[in-house]
């Protein structure tokens, strides 16, 4: 528990830090979501390497989403993602009916606009995370309802 | 684990990042360290908020220095202080033998003058735990050989 609250204190924080050197005029704006999201990108490379260690090869693309969704999400986030959708064509939709880094904030519309500083970074993680097992791909977030959200992962084919 | 590599990795990005800013000019170098400090001041006030939610009221500034030494880092960083010494005039000196930020970096000098860019977000830990304890410090820490460390406190009477 002690963990979790400081990952969670310490993404806080440098939401904030990135946000505020935005304002300060160190940065453009535009810049603090990509800036978030490139810092999640890092961290999920390396959580992916050390979650994958032991685990046997993964058979294809959509295998590599289901350990996504269930082992990595577990490890990360505490759940599982609640549905996973695809197209079959390179976009898969994750969805989050409680994710773990928005139900500190209130639910309700008051908070809405600011849920996407708190996406930045998930998207990232997913992006990094998928980029070490050798998927490609762009990934956004969006939310409706506070605090389920969606993650939209487009491979990129090479 | 996964908590703990979480922290971890997004610890070192953060690390990164900032030092980063302050290559591309967006920040004076000299600021990184205090930025680091600052972060980890807002996150310990965080967590001991947290931390000391059932605990009894501390009978003294020395009491509230073995709280720190002993559940506080053990919550944070896995291992109690291995000594606590005082000259009873409000400077304490905190020494960790194994300090759990600095055992990723290779023992040895090499990478020696890193050491302070991975104690900064600590030195804040401290300082923000003990203020929302009613203690205003300062707090530095120094390196004479990895990974064990040193963490003077200065208590600071109103």
Chains 1, 2 share one sequence.
Request: one cysteine or more; glycine letters at 6%.
């Amino acid at each position: 528990m002690a963990d979790e609250a400081l990952f969670q204190f310490l993404h806080n924080e440098v939401i904030q830090y990135v946000y505020k050197s935005a304002e300060n005029g160190e940065m453009e704006n535009g810049r603090c979501v990509s800036k978030l999201e490139h810092l999640g990108f890092r961290v999920g490379q390396g959580l992916i390497e050390r979650f994958t260690k032991d685990t046997s090869r993964f058979k294809d693309e959509l295998d590599v989403m289901k350990f996504i969704c269930k082992d990595y999400w577990t490890s990360v986030f505490k759940k599982q993602i609640d549905n996973l959708r695809t197209n079959h064509q390179g976009i898969y939709v994750l969805q989050d009916n409680k994710f773990r880094l928005l139900t500190q904030l209130s639910s309700g519309k008051q908070y809405l606009e600011h849920a996407p500083k708190y996406l930045a970074f998930a998207c990232g993680l997913v992006r990094g995370g998928l980029s070490n097992l050798g998927v490609r791909s762009i990934v956004t977030a969006e939310v409706s309802v506070m605090p389920a959200c969606k993650f939209q992962v487009m491979i990129q084919k090479a």
